[in-house]
Nanobody, 122 residues
Framework: QVQLVESGGGLVQAGGSLRVSCAYS????????IGWFRQAVGKKREFVAL????????HYADSVKGRFTISRDNAKGTLYLQMNTLKPEDTAIYYC???????????????WGQGTQVTVSA
């Protein structure tokens, strides 16, 4: 069983920055990728970013490209999402996920964390 535990959400003003973290169990590394999704109130969950375990390459949704950065610290077993130039439309629950599959901006995953709330005020 893969364990994924998010932390670091909070309230930030528009234009500000925030970093959310995901502590993952060692088993997560046996899958091809790990990444982030988000879900705003009344909207479908959407893909944000992923990182491939083997190559370390990354992929971002067009809506966050250039503003968000995904990274990992294998020694700490932690995945990060650095979010800069935040906008009110970035307000959502952010979920860590493992074993993503899909392409472009459309992904799904088999393993999920419980989520952390990020709120961006105007």
């Amino acid at each position: 069983q893969v364990q994924l535990v998010e932390s670091g959400g909070g309230l930030v003003q528009a234009g500000g920055s925030l970093r959310v973290s995901c502590a993952y169990s060692e088993r997560a590394e046996s899958y091809s990728s790990i990444g982030w999704f988000r879900q705003a109130v009344g909207k479908k969950r959407e893909f944000v970013a992923l990182i491939l375990w083997s190559a370390g390459s990354t992929h971002y949704a067009d809506s966050v490209k250039g503003r968000f950065t995904i990274s990992r610290d294998n020694a700490k077993g932690t995945l990060y999402l650095q979010m800069n130039t935040l906008k009110p439309e970035d307000t959502a629950i952010y979920y860590c996920a493992a074993d993503l599959r899909g392409s472009g901006d459309y992904y799904d995953a088999d393993y999920w964390g419980q989520g952390t709330q990020v709120t961006v005020s105007a």
